[in-house]
């Protein structure tokens, strides 16, 4: 038995008759990196919302450590969402602070370190993103491809035991790409972090995942290592892996 | 007998749209509500963030001042300069100062004041809580183990009541002022005149119920104003549809609790 850290469970949810949701299951490891994959529209944001209970479910369970994040008190929960980090799709950076006071945020909010410290770190992330003399600016003064990184730099600041990507290279040029990837990589091997990411990117998917989950029509319809899902007979997935608009999956649902 | 069942029907319908209203009239008065308390409650709860409460304490008074003061200004000379006509006829234009300051304590400076704020600084808080709504910044301030309602709406709230009151304290200061311009310049009462009066007709009850009115239309504004934004949703659309509800619904409210205020004190 692998050491779980989150475990969703028969999860269902709907926003009026659409059902989005259909019984989803997913284990997530402790120290791996586990890709979700998925049409877009086809929920995995929905789905992610729900691990850091910004949605309810409808019915089913989810388990962060054990415990069942869905009836949390606030407080407790308030506790578990320290050991978070998550990267919006849209980057959701506070547009009222600059970008180093966004990377900062849950720097200052949760730790005990010194602004001297807090400023070093925050140069020392900017800078493994490649973003250089942006510290004073405003997210409205960034291109999109830079909002991500620094969404990325809050998302990863505070090192916490689990970090969730909505697609982190959306948008980004192959290299900066390639770059996000090694950061993820890195960011299990060397600080321990459980990492889950939803990506389109076939390549990084192979890339970084120690384990592939592909969502389709509400359920999880596929799970296993790169290498399974290399060799998969489910003709959703190879559909989806080589990119082909032929096939079983529709493009009207 | 078709004509019956499609009166049935209008009627039916009409019923239902009657319900939704008053129900969502109920839930957002709930809304509103819970959100003032929930929000004013978090303030005991550390952790204090100073820096936010400041920062709107500046925001919300401070930059206020100016409009505050120069509606005061005006609003007193055309107080005095009102009542100057009636008092006249009567040889009591000393009566103008006390009229003036009566208004002004008790009605007008706590009133125009909440109103002044409202168009300044409530419609700026719920445009910007709306935005931070629709593009996931109150999410993500949610998803990092930070309380958003404490984060955001706490800081407003507190800064409010703790502005109004001075706020108002300068309204009514330039009202007085404005007042004393007109009196001593226009219609010819004498200085001493004038402030005595007003020192004699006007109690510190007079000035500490325009205060506490003051306090709690603060605390009504903010309170409505906060919720707008915090549930905005659709859009720029959306954003501008809370904005300006905020505003109406912020501004009937003051009268409304200008009036239960009135009736409780005097
Ligand atoms: N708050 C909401 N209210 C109503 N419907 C919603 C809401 N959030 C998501 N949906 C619907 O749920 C479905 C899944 O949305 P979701 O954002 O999870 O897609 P996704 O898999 O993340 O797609 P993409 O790859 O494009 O980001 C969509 O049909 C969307 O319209
Ligand atoms: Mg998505």
Redesign the pocket.
């Known amino acids: 038995m692998e050491d779980a850290v989150i475990v969703i469970e028969d999860l269902h949810k709907s ?1 009026g008759d ?1 059902k ?1 949701l259909d019984g989803v299951n997913l284990t997530v490891i402790r120290h791996k990196t586990t890709v979700i994959l ?1 049409r ?8 992610i919302k729900h691990i850091v209970g910004l949605l309810k479910p409808d019915k089913g369970r989810i388990l962060y450590e054990g415990r069942d994040v869905v009836n949390m008190p606030t407080h407790e929960r308030k506790e578990m969402l320290k050991e978070f980090g998550m990267l919006y ?1 849209s980057g959701a950076l506070f547009d009222s602070m600059t970008v180093e006071e966004n990377i900062a945020f849950p720097l200052v909010e949760h730790t005990k370190m010194t602004k001297a410290e807090i400023k070093e770190r925050v140069q020392e992330i900017l800078h493994r993103l490649g973003l250089k003399d942006v510290e004073g600016k405003y997210p409205a003064e960034l291109s999109g491809g830079m909002k991500k990184r620094v969404a990325l730099a809050r998302a990863v600041a505070l090192e916490p035991k689990v970090i969730i990507f909505d ?1 982190p290279t959306t948008g980004l040029d192959p290299v900066m790409c390639d770059i996000i990837d090694n950061l993820i990589i890195k960011t299990r091997d060397e600080l321990g972090i459980t990492c889950i990411v ?1 990506t ?1 990117d076939i390549q990084s998917t192979f890339k970084i995942a120690d384990k592939i989950a592909m969502l389709y029509g509400g359920r999880i319809i596929e799970e296993g290592t790169p290498d399974e899902f290399r060799n998969t007979s489910n003709e959703v997935v190879l559909q989806f892996l080589h990119r082909k608009a032929e096939g079983p999956i529709k493009i009207m649902d | 007998m078709d004509t019956m069942k499609k009166f049935q029907e209008k009627l039916l319908l009409f019923f239902d749209k009657l319900g939704a209203t008053s129900s969502t009239f109920l839930s957002e008065t709930g809304g509103i509500f819970i959100n003032a308390i929930r929000g004013l409650y978090l303030a005991f709860v550390p952790p204090y963030r100073w820096r936010n409460l400041l920062k709107q304490m500046e925001f919300i008074g401070a930059q206020s001042t100016f409009i505050v003061g120069l509606t005061g200004l005006f609003t007193g000379m055309i107080l005095a300069f009102q009542s100057s006509h009636a008092f006249r006829l009567f040889r009591a234009e000393t009566l103008i100062g006390p009229t003036v300051a009566l208004s002004l304590t008790r009605e007008l400076a706590p009133v125009f004041t909440a109103l002044l704020v409202t168009a300044r600084a409530g419609s700026a808080m719920a445009a910007e809580i709306g935005t931070m709504r629709i593009s996931e910044q109150i999410d993500a301030i949610f998803t990092m183990g930070i309380d958003p309602v404490q984060y955001i709406i706490t800081p407003r709230l507190v800064a409010s009541i703790l502005m109004l009151p001075l706020l108002n304290a300068l309204f009514t200061f330039l009202g007085l002022i404005g007042g004393h311009i007109i009196s001593v310049n226009v219609v010819g009462v004498t200085s001493f005149a004038y402030w005595d009066q007003i020192f004699y007709y006007v109690t510190a009850e007079d000035y500490f119920n325009g205060f506490l009115k003051a306090a709690v239309f603060g605390y009504v504004i903010s309170a409505i104003c906060t919720h707008m934004g915090y549930n905005a949703s659709g859009g720029a659309e959306g954003v501008g549809r809370a904005t300006t509800h905020a505003v109406v619904v912020a501004s009937v409210s003051i009268f409304i609790f200008d009036y239960l205020l009135t009736a409780l004190m005097y």
């Open positions: 926003f659409v989005v998925g877009s529209g086809c929920g995995k944001t929905v789905l799709q697609e939803i389109h």
